[in-house]
C-alpha cells in the first residue's frame, strides 16, 4: 500500500522535528500537519489504524528525537569541562580526507583521556565520532594512515561553533547531524592497531586514482566539476563557479544526486539484464555497485536516499510489483532520521526530499493538467513542482533565490548525463591512455562552457538574485494555504477540462503567475518601530539599525574573524532580507570597524551601500582612503562628517557628536565619531573607540549633546579600562549598555573596572562575547531586548 508507508514516515519524521524544534514557536506547525493526515484519512474512510498510525509514529519521533537530544546534552556538558584540557583520543578511522596542505580523519567508536594535574586521567564518555586535522608536513606518519586503523591522538579539542548572529551557518548543528562531537588539532599520532579495511581502503584508493586522472586529462575547472559530480569531491570547484551556480540556482548539479545515482545504477542494471541475468541477479548486482558507489563518494544524505530509492525499485522488480516513487522517498525518509533526527534540519536534506516529493506528488497532477505528453511537458511541469516545493526550503536556509532558476533548470539538466558520462569516461579511458581521456573530456567541457554562458547571461538580467531573508512562521504557513489551494484549483480545472477549454500557453501563463505570486509571499516586508542588531563580529564593532525601509550601518569590522563580511556581515543582511544598506557608518580607520564594510564593497555584489559616511579627521588615513575609492567605483555616494552633522529619515535621525573640525584627536581612536541616534524617546550613543580624554572633550560640549537622555549606549573601545569613565557614565546615565568584544580576546577586554562601573550605577550590560548578538526593538516609547545565542528568549526585566 502506497499512502499509509508515506503517513507512518511522515508522522515520525513530524516527531523528530517537533522535538528538534520544540524551544521555538515552530512547534505546533508539525503537530497541525499530523492532525491534517488523520483528517484527510478519515476524509477518505480510512481505517482507524491507518487513520491514527501516523499520531502513533508521530510521538515514536519524538521519543526518539528526544532520546538523541539527551544524549548530545550529555557530551555537550562533558565537553564544557575537558575542552581546555590536553586531550588523548583513541578511536577507529572511518573515513580520510586530503587537502591541500591538510588531512582530516573522522575517528569512530573512541575512548577520552584527558591530562590533568601531573597525569592523565580517563574520561567515562564515548565519542559517537569525532574530526582530526593533520598538517602534513608534521611528518610522513600522515601517509601510513588507512581506513579501519585503530590510533591514538593527543592534542586539543576544539568545539565546533554554533551560529552567534542571525544567517550564520552553524556548524555545531551541521557535525551534530554527521554524528560529530569535536575536532581534534593532532600533535601527536600513533597507530595502535595497523590492521585496515580492505573494502574501504580499495574504494579510497579508486577514489584518488580516478582524482588524478581526471586533473591530468580535463582542465582544472572542468576536472574540478567532474570530480563533485562523479567522486562527491568538492575541493577543486573554484569559488567562482560554486557562486555561480549557486546563485543560478543549479547548485545541486555539483553535488552526487538521484539523477547521477539513477543514470548509474539503472544503466549498469539494464546493461546486467541484457547480459541475460535475471530479475534477482541483476538487482543484486546492481544494488551492490549502488552500495559500494555511495561509500566511493562519501554517503552523503542525497547519496544513501537515492540508493534507498533505486534498491527498492529493484526489489520491486524482482518481485513483479510496481514501483512507487513517494513509498521508496518515505522508507528513505524514515530510515535517515531513524539513523540521525538531526539530518532533518540540514538545508540540503530538506532540498533532497522536497524535490523528490514534488516530482512525484505534484508533478503528475500538473503534468495531467498540461495535457501534453512530450518530453518538454514532462519536463516544465517536474521542474516546476521542484522549485515550488523547495522555494520555502531555499528561503529559510539561503535567504535568496534565483527567479530564472525555473527556466534554467529546464535547460541545464537535460544536459547533465552528458557531463556524467563525460567525466565516467576520462576515468576509464584516461586509465588507457592519457589522449583517450583527453578526448572524452571534450563532450563535459562543451556542455559546462554552455552552462556558464547561461549562467552569465542570466546574471546580467535584471533581478537576477532576490534577496528574500529568512521567512517567519507566518509566511511559511500562508506560502503553505496559498500552495494547497493553487493545486486544488488546477485538480478542479482538470475535472471541468471538458467544460472550460484553455489553451495550452494559457495554463502555462496561469502557472507562471502562481510562480510570480509565490515570490512575492516571501519578498521582505518594511519593520515596524526600529530594530538594532548589535552583531557579534568578535573583536570589533558592527551595528544594524532598520526602521520603515531604511537600513543603516554602523561601523562593521573585525580584527579577530579575518572573512567577516563573507562568513557573517554579509549572511546577517540576507537572512534579514536587506540588499540595500541605505547609510554606512565608518568611525574610523581601524580594522575592527571597516573589515566587513570593505568587503560588501570589494567582493559582494548582492548587497548594495548607498551612502557611506566616513571620519572627517581621518581623510588622510590610508584605509579610509581605500574605502572611498572603492565605494566610487561601486557608484556610492561618499561623504566626510563631522560634529553638528545632522541627518534624519522619518522618524529617525543621527547626529555626529564629536569631534568637531576644531579638534585635533591624539591618535586613531580619537578620530572616530560619536553619533547619537534618536527614534521618539529611544536614543542610542555610539560611541566606537574613543577614549577618556575624548570623553571629556565631549562633556565640555554643552550645547546640542543631549546625552542626558541617552537610554541606551555602546560602550566605547570594546569595555576597555580607559574609556567609560566616571564623569561620563554619570552624565549618560543609561539604562542598558551593550559590550562588543570577542571571546577569549587577548586585551582582557571588558575589563572588570568597567563592569563594576555599570554595575554600581545599576546598568543592564548586555556582552556580545557571552550572548552572540544582541537585538533592540521598540516602537519609540517601550524598549525590548533579546539575545541570539540562547535562543532570542526575552528577559523580562528589559521593557519598559
Known amino acids: 500500500m502506497k499512502r499509509p508507508l508515506c503517513l507512518i514516515a511522515g508522522g515520525f519524521v513530524l516527531g523528530e522535528t517537533a522535538v528538534l524544534l520544540a524551544l521555538t514557536s515552530w512547534l505546533y506547525l508539525p503537530a497541525l500537519i499530523a492532525a491534517g493526515m488523520i483528517f484527510y484519512g478519515c476524509r477518505r474512510g480510512r481505517t482507524p489504524l491507518w487513520v491514527f498510525l501516523p499520531l502513533i509514529f508521530f510521538y515514536l519521533g519524538a521519543a526518539r528525537a528526544d532520546a538523541e537530544n539527551e544524549k548530545w546534552r550529555e557530551r555537550d556538558k ?9 586531550t588523548e583520543v583513541q578511536g577507529r578511522i572511518s573515513s580520510i580526507e586530503e587537502d591541500e596542505g591538510e588531512t582530516q580523519l573522522v575517528l569512530k567508536h573512541n575512548r577520552l583521556r584527558i591530562f590533568r594535574s601531573g597525569r592523565w586521567k580517563e574520561v567515562p564518555y564515548e565519542a559517537s565520532g ?10 610522513p606518519s600522515w601517509k601510513r594512515l588507512a581506513i579501519g586503523q585503530t590510533v591514538a591522538v593527543r592534542g586539543e579539542i576544539q568545539l565546533f561553533s554554533q551560529a552567534r548572529n542571525p544567517g550564520e551557518f552553524n556548524f555545531k548543528n551541521y557535525y551534530k547531524s554527521r554524528g560529530l562531537d569535536f575536532r581534534l588539532s593532532a600533535e601527536e599520532i600513533e597507530v595502535t592497531d595497523p590492521s585496515r579495511s580492505l573494502l574501504l581502503e580499495c574504494l579510497r584508493g579508486l577514489k584518488m586514482r580516478s582524482k588524478e586522472i581526471l586533473y591530468r586529462d580535463a582542465s582544472k575547472e572542468d576536472a574540478g566539476i567532474f570530480a563533485a559530480a562523479v567522486l562527491g569531491d568538492k575541493m577543486g570547484i573554484s569559488d567562482e563557479i560554486k557562486e555561480l551556480y549557486q546563485k543560478n540556482g543549479i547548485a545541486h548539479l555539483l553535488a552526487i544526486s538521484g539523477l547521477h545515482m539513477s543514470l548509474i545504477g539503472l544503466s549498469f542494471y539494464k546493461l546486467v539484464r541484457k547480459a541475460g541475468t535475471g530479475f534477482w541477479e541483476a538487482g543484486l548486482f546492481s544494488t551492490v555497485l549502488l552500495i559500494l558507489y555511495g561509500l566511493l563518494t562519501g554517503a552523503s544524505p542525497s547519496v544513501i536516499r537515492a540508493g534507498i530509492m533505486m534498491c527498492a525499485g529493484f526489489y520491486a522488480a524482482c518481485l513483479g510489483r510496481t514501483y512507487d ?27 533532497s526530499f522536497g524535490a523528490v516529493f514534488a516530482i512525484g506528488g505534484v508533478g503528475p497532477l500538473l503534468s495531467s493538467w498540461l495535457g501534453k505528453e512530450g518530453v518538454l511537458a514532462r519536463g516544465f511541469s517536474a521542474c516546476f513542482a521542484v522549485q515550488m516545493i ?14 530564472y532558476g525555473l527556466v534554467l533548470n529546464l535547460l541545464v539538466i537535460p544536459l547533465m548525463g552528458g557531463v556524467l558520462c563525460s567525466g565516467l569516461g576520462v576515468i576509464a579511458f584516461g586509465t588507457l591512455s592519457p589522449v583517450c581521456g583527453t578526448a572524452a573530456a571534450g563532450t563535459g567541457h562543451y556542455i559546462l562552457s554552455l552552462y556558464e554562458i547561461l549562467l552569465k547571461a542570466a546574471g546580467k538580467m535584471p533581478g537576477n538574485n532576490l534577496i528574500l531573508g529568512r521567512p517567519g512562521i507566518m509566511v511559511l504557513a500562508v506560502y503553505a494555504v496559498f500552495l494547497t489551494g493553487s493545486m486544488i484549483f488546477i485538480g478542479l480545472l482538470k475535472k471541468k477540462a471538458e467544460k472550460w477549454l484553455i489553451p495550452y500557453w494559457g495554463k502555462l501563463l496561469f502557472l507562471m503567475g502562481i510562480y510570480l505570486l509565490s515570490i512575492l509571499i516571501f519578498l521582505p516586508r518594511p519593520v515596524k518601530g526600529l530594530e538594532a542588531w548589535f552583531l557579534d563580529v568578535g573583536q570589533g564593532d558592527g551595528i544594524l539599525l532598520r526602521t520603515e525601509g531604511v537600513c543603516i550601518l554602523v561601523d562593521g569590522g573585525s580584527s579577530s574573524k579575518k572573512s567577516l563580511g ?14 540595500v544598506i541605505d547609510y554606512a557608518f565608518v568611525s574610523h580607520g581601524d580594522l575592527d570597524h571597516l573589515s566587513g564594510v570593505k568587503y560588501l564593497l570589494e567582493n559582494n555584489e548582492d548587497i548594495r551601500i548607498g551612502n557611506l559616511f566616513l571620519p572627517y579627521h581621518g581623510r588622510k588615513d590610508e584605509s579610509i582612503q ?7 567605483k561601486r557608484g556610492t555616494s561618499v561623504r566626510y562628517i563631522t560634529g553638528g552633522d545632522y541627518m534624519r529619515m522619518g522618524a529617525l535621525s543621527i547626529s555626529c557628536l564629536y569631534p568637531g573640525k576644531e579638534e585635533t584627536p591624539a591618535d586613531i581612536n580619537g578620530e572616530s565619531q560619536v553619533l547619537k541616534m534618536d527614534y521618539v524617546n529611544c536614543h542610542m550613543l555610539f560611541t566606537g573607540d574613543m577614549g577618556e580624554t575624548e570623553e571629556q572633550s565631549l562633556l565640555g560640549k554643552k550645547e546640542g549633546n543631549y546625552l542626558g537622555e541617552v537610554n541606551v549606549l555602546k560602550i566605547a573601545h570594546h569595555g576597555s579600562k580607559y574609556s567609560s569613565s566616571e564623569p561620563f557614565l554619570d552624565s549618560v546615565s543609561p ?3 551593550v559590550i562588543s568584544y570577542g571571546q577569549g580576546n587577548s586585551y582582557g577586554h571588558p575589563h572588570k573596572e568597567v563592569l563594576n562601573r555599570l554595575r554600581r550605577r545599576k546598568v543592564t550590560v548586555f556582552q556580545t562575547g557571552e550572548s552572540g548578538a544582541v537585538r533592540l526593538v521598540t516602537d519609540g516609547t517601550r524598549i525590548g531586548f533579546s539575545t541570539f545565542v540562547d535562543g532570542n528568549r526575552k528577559a523580562g526585566y528589559n521593557k519598559r
Open 390 to 403: 523547495i522555494l520555502p526550503v531555499t528561503a529559510f536556509h539561503f535567504y535568496q533565490m534565483p527567479p
Open 325 to 351: 516513487l513517494l513509498s521508496a522517498a518515505s522508507l528513505a525518509l524514515f530510515l535517515l532520521g531513524l539513523h540521525s533526527p538531526n539530518l532533518i534540519m540540514q538545508g540540503g536534506v530538506q532540498l
Open 566 to 579: 563573507e562568513y557573517t556581515l554579509a549572511p546577517c543582511l540576507k537572512s534579514l532580507g536587506i540588499s
Open 78 to 86: 562533558t565537553l564544557d569541562e575537558i575542552s581546555s584540557c590536553y
Open 626 to 632: 581605500s574605502l572611498e575609492v572603492l565605494a566610487r
Open 130 to 139: 569525532l574530526m582530526v586535522s593533520l598538517k602534513k608536513e608534521s611528518g
Open 735 to 737: 539604562d542598558w549598555a
